[in-house]
């Protein structure tokens, strides 16, 4: 879990995601995914294993029941797919957002220590969805758990269907 210096080359900078993946949702969602965009351009590391390339566009889709990682260099040419089930993770980000629910919830009512204790199970899950991600992309990309958890941010809240 420790820190990588950063390189200008084993980075995404730029992501997008499939219309079809993302639909309409309410603006709440939409703010969170802007955020967790912003936050995953802004400080990552993204390495196709056994290449050089790099920066790379990252175009996220998900399809039958899998992830779908478009990886692109910086001139929108095709350098792999990464493809990775989802069902490894559904528990996980159902457990995650029940969690939230109950963060968000107990921040207007609950003393400090409950919110604490909720939000240190939050953080709990959220840590494991990144290290699932390291696990399931590690033959084809590396990416540092900082990483990790920002794209398990952003695979979360395309499932939220508000």
Do not use: W
Not at 53 to 74: C, F, K, M, T, W
């Amino acid at each position: 879990m420790g820190e990588r210096p950063p390189s200008k080359r084993q980075r995404i900078v730029k992501l997008t995601l499939d219309p079809r993946t993302v639909g309409r949702r309410s603006p709440e969602v939409e703010q969170e995914r802007h955020l967790a965009i912003f936050d995953l351009l802004e400080k990552n590391h993204f390495a196709l294993a056994g290449r050089g390339a790099g920066p790379y566009h990252l175009r996220v889709a998900i399809a039958e029941n899998r992830l779908v990682l478009h990886v692109n260099d910086s001139r929108e040419r095709p350098l792999e797919t990464v493809l990775l089930p989802m069902s490894p993770f559904r528990g996980l980000i159902r457990d995650y957002f029940i969690v939230c629910e109950s963060y968000y919830e107990a921040i207007r009512r609950a003393s400090r220590s409950r919110i604490e204790a909720i939000d240190a199970g939050r953080r709990s899950l959220h840590d494991e969805g990144a290290e699932l991600l390291r696990k399931h992309l590690a033959e084809k990309v590396d990416i540092d758990f900082d990483t990790g958890r920002r794209l398990f941010t952003l695979l979360s809240l395309l499932h939220v269907r508000g």
